[in-house]
């Protein structure tokens, strides 16, 4: 009797949970086994997408959701984030649009709105950080037109927007918090010092010990516990800022009129202005 072959098995058939796992298996064995890992190109995923019954359109989200993708570094798992909370906050989402106008209208948004500054450009994504000139200090601390400004205290925010077809595009918005963070660290070692020169203090001058160890153990609980608390409100807003800015562009409330009005109203302001005399 032949032995069975793979040309005369009976085909198997996967259904679409199947085949995810399947897929996900591979690669893993794939990263695993040292075997060299071949890239591809978009129209060859196009290509691979369309044998496994993937359509073209959910795959160009996918690719686009990929490059917008934001891997949190090693220090947002690190104890500094397990005292002080996270200090990156991510909102993404596909919108209608092309990518350099809706680039445009972010850069816009951060800069009059957010009072940032830009501080590097690409072709699809742009990073800025905070101004710190002294009217823009002015504002902020004022809260001018009711806003508080919730990206003010990032270390830099980012905004990555590529195509998904002809008519949308995946945008993906992200704050760093870093800088607040090793400020809250800092503060909070300063208060273990103070709290362990206290100790030392107390000790020397006879006090019993589980009263003389409490400023020691006290103050920096209470540091930790007030920096974690502000952090999370910071991060928070933050995230509320990122979400709302991309309710905006789901909404299609930056359009090309509003520009338009813009650039009449700087002409017209321009054109007000009477000729100097000489």
């Known amino acids: 009797m032949p032995d069975p072959s793979p040309s005369n098995l009976p085909t198997a058939r996967l259904d679409r949970a199947s085949l995810e796992r399947v897929l996900a298996r591979a690669a893993e064995l794939q990263g695993t086994s040292g075997d060299p890992v071949e890239e591809f190109t978009e129209e060859q995923l196009l290509d691979l997408g369309k044998e496994v019954g993937l359509s073209p359109q959910n795959l160009r989200q996918a690719l686009a959701e990929e490059r917008t993708r934001s891997v949190a570094p090693d220090d947002e798992h690190g104890i500094g984030a397990s005292l002080f ?147 999370s409100r910071i991060v928070t807003r933050a995230q509320l800022s990122l979400e709302q800015l991309l309710d905006k562009l789901e909404r299609g409330e930056f359009s090309s009129r509003a520009a338009d009005s813009l650039l009449g109203a700087i002409v017209a302001a321009a054109t007000a202005i009477p000729p100097r005399r000489f």
């Open 85 to 231: 909370g996270p200090s990156r906050v991510r909102a993404a989402r596909t919108v209608a649009g092309i990518p350099a106008d809706v680039l445009a209208s972010i850069d816009a948004w951060m800069q009059r709105q957010e009072l940032l500054i830009v501080k590097r450009y690409h072709q699809d994504r742009i990073v800025w950080e905070p101004r710190r000139d002294f009217v823009v200090g002015v504002k902020r601390a004022l809260r001018v037109g009711g806003r508080d400004y919730a990206l003010s205290r990032a270390f830099e925010v980012s905004a990555t927007v590529i195509a998904v077809d002809d008519n949308r595009v995946h945008v993906g918005l992200d704050a760093d918090f870093r800088s607040h963070r090793a400020m809250s660290v800092r503060q909070a070692a300063g208060s273990s010092i103070a709290g362990a020169a206290a100790t030392g203090a107390l000790f020397v001058m006879g006090v019993t010990s589980v009263i003389a160890a409490a400023p020691f153990i006290i103050a920096p609980a209470i540091a930790i516990a007030g920096a974690r608390a502000l952090q």
